[in-house]
C-alpha cells in the first residue's frame, strides 16, 4: 500500500483522543481489532485483514449509544482501510461499499485518496467518480484552506503574554548538559544550530503515532522510555523534546498544535522557533525533519507558509524531509495536503518551558481562529482571531 503514514497509526491516534469517554473494556476491544487486522494486511493478508474488519464493524454496531457516540469518528478510516483491503481483493462492490461508508463517517482526506494506488481498480467505476466528488467538498484541504475567513486584526490586542522558561533553569540546564546539545547544534550561525537540534530529535526518537505518551512528558523521560522499550512517540512528544532542546540552548520557542477546520482523525505538532537573526518565528517539525522556504530559500514561518499556501505563493519543502528516514516528503503531500488540512487553526501553551504538560504549568492554551470561525467542540482556554496577539514575541 502507498501509505505515507499507516492509516493505522491516524485511526488509533483518533480513538486514543476519545477514549476518555468510552470503558476501558470497549477501548481495549477496539484496539485489539484494528491492531490484528493492520497486522494480516502488514503480512498482505488482506482476506483476513477484511474478516477482522468487518468483526470490528459488527462490534461497533452493537455498542451502547454513548460508546458509538465517542468512537464514531474513528469509523472513517476504519472503512477507508477495509475498503482498499477489498479492493486489494478485487472485490469491487464490497470495496464502494466501504468507500462511501467511509465518507459517510468523515473520512475527508481528499489528497491521500487520489494518491492511493490500493484504490487504482475502482477509479473507472462509477459509484467511485460520484464519491470522489462528494469527497472533494470535504477533503480538498488546500481549497478548504483558501476558502478560511481572514482573521480578525482589527479587534483589541487582549491581554494575553506568551512566556519562556530561561536556559539558566536548572532542569534546562541539565538536559543542556546530559545530552551534549551544544555539540549536537555545533559551532555555526543561528540558523545550522537550529536545524541541526530539530535534525537530532528527528533521529533520536523515532515517530509511531499509535504510541501513549510516556510520563512525565519530558526530554529524559520519552529517551529513556522509547529507549528502554523499543518503541516511538506521536508527534506532540517529538514537538515537546525539541522544544525544550530549543529553550534549553536559549531559543525562544513553542509547540504549536495544528488543527483542520473540523478533527476527524489526526491533526499535527510541529514547533516554531524564534530566529534573532531572521527576526521571526520559524516553521520547525521534527517528525519529518521538515522545514520550509520561498522560492528564494529564505526561510519561512508557520503564519507565512499559511498564507502562501492560501494565495498560490511559492512554498519549497526541504529536499531531506522524510518520515522515520523511511518514507520522503513531498511538497504536494506535505505542506499542499496534509500541512494544508492541518493549518485552519492553531493552538499553542502560553507558558513554554520545562515538563509543562505533565506539570500543569502550561498556563492555559491560546487558540488562533480565522475570524468567525468557532470548532466544535471548542477546545482550550483562551482564543483569539489575531494572529499577531498569536505571534508577538515578548
Known amino acids: 500500500m502507498k501509505k505515507v503514514v499507516s492509516l493505522f497509526i491516524i485511526s488509533l491516534f483518533s480513538l486514543s483522543v476519545f477514549s476518555q469517554n468510552i470503558s476501558k473494556e470497549v477501548e481495549d476491544n477496539l484496539q485489539k481489532l484494528y491492531k490484528d487486522a493492520y497486522s494480516a494486511a502488514k503480512n498482505k493478508d488482506y482476506q483476513r485483514a477484511t474478516v477482522i474488519f468487518d468483526s470490528l464493524i459488527s462490534y461497533y454496531n452493537h455498542l451502547p449509544s454513548k460508546d458509538k457516540e465517542a468512537v464514531s469518528r474513528f469509523l472513517g478510516p476504519v472503512y477507508y482501510d477495509n475498503a482498499c483491503y477489498y479492493s486489494l481483493l478485487n472485490n469491487k462492490e464490497k470495496a464502494l461499499d466501504c468507500f462511501e461508508k467511509a465518507i459517510e463517517y468523515k473520512w475527508n482526506n481528499y489528497g491521500h485518496t487520489l494518491q492511493d494506488s490500493d484504490l487504482d481498480n475502482l477509479r473507472n467505476e462509477k459509484r467511485f467518480k460520484e464519491a470522489m466528488l462528494k469527497l472533494k467538498k470535504t477533503g480538498d484541504f488546500l481549497q478548504v484552506l483558501k476558502d478560511a475567513p481572514d482573521y480578525n486584526n482589527d479587534l483589541p490586542k487582549e491581554k494575553i503574554q506568551f512566556t519562556y522558561l530561561d536556559a539558566s533553569d536548572p532542569d534546562l540546564v541539565r538536559i543542556r548538559q546530559y545530552f551534549n546539545l551544544d555539540s549536537i547544534a555545533g559551532k555555526g550561525d543561528e540558523i545550522s544550530q537550529i536545524k541541526n537540534l530539530m535534525t537530532w530529535v528527528h533521529n533520536r526518537v523515532r515517530h509511531d503515532g499509535n504510541s501513549s505518551n510516556p510520563s512525565p512528558r519530558n526530554t529524559e523521560n520519552i529517551v529513556k522510555v522509547c529507549d528502554a522499550e523499543n518503541r516511538g512517540v506521536n508527534c506532540r512528544m517529538m514537538a515537546t523534546m525539541l522544544n525544550e532542546c530549543y529553550l534549553a540552548m536559549g531559543f525562544k520557542s513553542r509547540f504549536i498544535t495544528c488543527m483542520p477546520a473540523e478533527y476527524i482523525s489526526d491533526c499535527h505538532v510541529i514547533n516554531a522557533v524564534y530566529s534573532k537573526t531572521l527576526k521571526k518565528w520559524l516553521w520547525m517539525d521534527p517528525t519529518f525533519n521538515a522545514y520550509v522556504s520561498d522560492e528564494k530559500g529564505n526561510l519561512l514561518s508557520i503564519a507565512e507558509v499559511r498564507e502562501r499556501l492560501r494565495t498560490d505563493k511559492p512554498v519549497v519543502l526541504n529536499d531531506d524531509a522524510n518520515w522515520n528516514n523511511q518514507s520522503k516528503q513531498t511538497k504536494e503531500y506535505y505542506l499542499d495536503s496534509y500541512m494544508a488540512k492541518n493549518l485552519y487553526w492553531l493552538a499553542a501553551p502560553l507558558h513554554s518551558g520545562y515538563n509543562v ?22 477546545r482550550n482556554d483562551y482564543s483569539t482571531t489575531n494572529d499577531k496577539v498569536f505571534w508577538e514575541v515578548y
Open 357 to 378: 504538560e505533565t506539570a500543569g504549568t502550561t498556563n492555559g492554551y491560546l487558540n488562533l481562529y480565522p475570524a468567525g470561525y468557532t470548532p466544535d467542540p471548542v
